[in-house]
């Protein structure tokens, strides 16, 4: 048993190859916790604050496969997307996207390389996709309710439960790169790039080698939760 | 980047879900196994063909909403907590409940830790409990 400082509970955990995330129910902390497998101890490795107001909580909360990313959601439909050096595991915010979502956020999720969030939300609000490349500043919004979701990466589908209907309905959608000089033949989520550059966090650029927080291009796969 | 149509699915009938909604959907690493709950019924659903399922052919009812579910990678365990007292229900084989785990205090979320042997609880109480899986007889205990 790992007691925590969490007020209000422990409302979420998402779990890694030796790290658990976790979020309090009614806090604005957030917390990382790596595992000794020499002693079997957890220990606390990041502790956060700031992650939401005293006013909201969190309602969602998922990290990316190659743990680069770390997206929080709160009722009132901020997310706020912390991340870390390369060099170390040292996680601060690096966005806070306020207005998000008009009602509280359901859920989040990131494509594996933690280029491409997507996030549904309460009050029919809409399903959007945000993306790294412009720092997750705009949205692209579908007309769909919501309340749960999963990325699948070996078919780079999102699978999304819906709510708002008496039946049960869920939906599979691809994530889709729009290319104008053809689509990657082996992922569509990406597009092939001019010569001399590379896809990287959801566009087409120059691959540079400027060390800079939360640019982290560098992808592996993670250990999926 | 855009989010394209792929397939729409239904766990029921036109009714058969009434002020219910999909709290929640899960698939396996291997993302063949895609587990859906909506108010007390949990199914699953087995991949046809690359990103498409089938209809559910194993479903599970609880007593109580079921909440959260979630695979180990290899999708061998599904840990499921509903919002019922203190338990962690376990399945094995996509519809057995195998056994439970009473965490003592309200589960609020779960979580595969570690080499998949390990679930993370996060509980009301504001502790983790940590459930590992004990080898020699294949369930789970408190840490």
């Given at each position: 048993?790992?007691?925590?400082?969490?007020?209000?509970?422990?409302?979420?955990?998402?779990?890694?190859?030796?790290?658990i995330y976790s979020a309090g129910g009614n806090d604005s902390v957030v917390q990382a916790r790596w595992l000794n497998t020499t002693t079997g101890?957890?220990?606390?490795?990041?502790?956060?604050?700031?992650?939401?107001?005293?006013?909201?909580?969190?309602?969602?909360?998922?990290?990316?496969?190659?743990?680069?990313?770390?997206?929080?959601?709160?009722?009132?439909?901020?997310?706020?997307?912390?991340?870390?050096?390369?060099?170390?595991?040292?996680?601060?915010?690096?966005?806070?996207?306020?207005?998000?979502?008009?009602?509280?956020?359901?859920?989040?999720?990131?494509?594996?390389?933690?280029?491409?969030?997507?996030?549904?939300?309460?009050?029919?609000?809409?399903?959007?996709?945000?993306?790294?490349?412009?720092?997750?500043?705009?949205?692209?919004?579908?007309?769909?309710?919501?309340?749960?979701?999963?990325?699948?990466?070996?078919?780079?589908?999102?699978?999304?439960?819906?709510?708002?209907?008496?039946?049960?309905?869920?939906?599979?959608?691809?994530?889709?790169?729009?290319?104008?000089?053809?689509?990657?033949?082996?992922?569509?989520?990406?597009?092939?790039?001019?010569?001399?550059?590379?896809?990287?966090?959801?566009?087409?650029?120059?691959?540079?080698?400027?060390?800079?927080?939360?640019?982290?291009?560098?992808?592996?796969?993670?250990?999926?939760? | 980047?855009?989010?394209?149509?792929?397939?729409?699915?239904?766990?029921?009938?036109?009714?058969?879900?009434?002020?219910?909604?999909?709290?929640?959907?899960?698939?396996?690493?291997?993302?063949?196994?895609?587990?859906?709950?909506?108010?007390?019924?949990?199914?699953?659903?087995?991949?046809?063909?690359?990103?498409?399922?089938?209809?559910?052919?194993?479903?599970?009812?609880?007593?109580?909403?079921?909440?959260?579910?979630?695979?180990?990678?290899?999708?061998?365990?599904?840990?499921?907590?509903?919002?019922?007292?203190?338990?962690?229900?376990?399945?094995?084989?996509?519809?057995?409940?195998?056994?439970?785990?009473?965490?003592?205090?309200?589960?609020?979320?779960?979580?595969?830790?570690?080499?998949?042997?390990?679930?993370?609880?996060?509980?009301?109480?504001?502790?983790?409990?940590?459930?590992?899986?004990?080898?020699?007889?294949?369930?789970?205990?408190?840490?």
């Amino acid at each position: 048993m790992i007691n925590t400082t969490h007020i209000g509970g422990v409302s979420k955990v998402f779990g890694t190859k030796n790290r658990i995330y976790s979020a309090g129910g009614n806090d604005s902390v957030v917390q990382a916790r790596w595992l000794n497998t020499t002693t079997g101890v957890w220990s606390l490795n990041s502790s956060v604050s700031g992650v939401g107001t005293s006013s909201d909580t969190v309602s969602a909360m998922y990290v990316s496969g190659n743990q680069k990313r770390w997206g929080v959601g709160r009722s009132n439909g901020d997310i706020y997307i912390l991340g870390h050096p390369d060099n170390s595991y040292s996680w601060s915010i690096a966005n806070t996207i306020t207005g998000a979502h008009t009602a509280s956020v359901n859920f989040i999720r990131f494509s594996s390389n933690g280029w491409h969030m997507i996030s549904g939300a309460a009050g029919n609000d809409s399903v959007r996709l945000r993306t790294k490349l412009n720092n997750w500043n705009t949205s692209t919004d579908y007309p769909w309710k919501g309340q749960s979701g999963d990325w699948d990466d070996r078919n780079k589908q999102v699978t999304i439960g819906l709510y708002g209907n008496d039946n049960g309905a869920f939906t599979t959608k691809f994530l889709k790169a729009n290319c104008s000089a053809g689509t990657n033949t082996s992922d569509i989520s990406q597009c092939q790039c001019p010569a001399g550059q590379a896809w990287f966090n959801g566009g087409c650029g120059l691959l540079l080698c400027n060390s800079t927080n939360f640019t982290n291009i560098n992808v592996t796969k993670g250990y999926a939760d | 980047m855009t989010l394209e149509p792929h397939q729409d699915y239904f766990m029921g009938g036109a009714t058969d879900f009434v002020n219910g909604s999909v709290l929640y959907v899960n698939t396996d690493d291997s993302e063949t196994r895609l587990t859906t709950c909506d108010l007390k019924t949990l199914q699953f659903h087995t991949n046809i063909s690359a990103g498409v399922y089938g209809t559910a052919t194993n479903f599970t009812q609880f007593n109580n909403t079921v909440q959260q579910m979630r695979y180990r990678s290899d999708g061998t365990w599904l840990a499921v907590r509903t919002d019922n007292a203190t338990l962690i229900y376990f399945m094995k084989n996509s519809s057995a409940i195998d056994h439970t785990v009473d965490v003592v205090s309200t589960p609020k979320s779960l979580a595969w830790v570690y080499d998949d042997d390990m679930l993370a609880v996060g509980l009301a109480n504001g502790s983790i409990a940590v459930l590992q899986r004990i080898a020699s007889n294949n369930t789970f205990h408190v840490h």
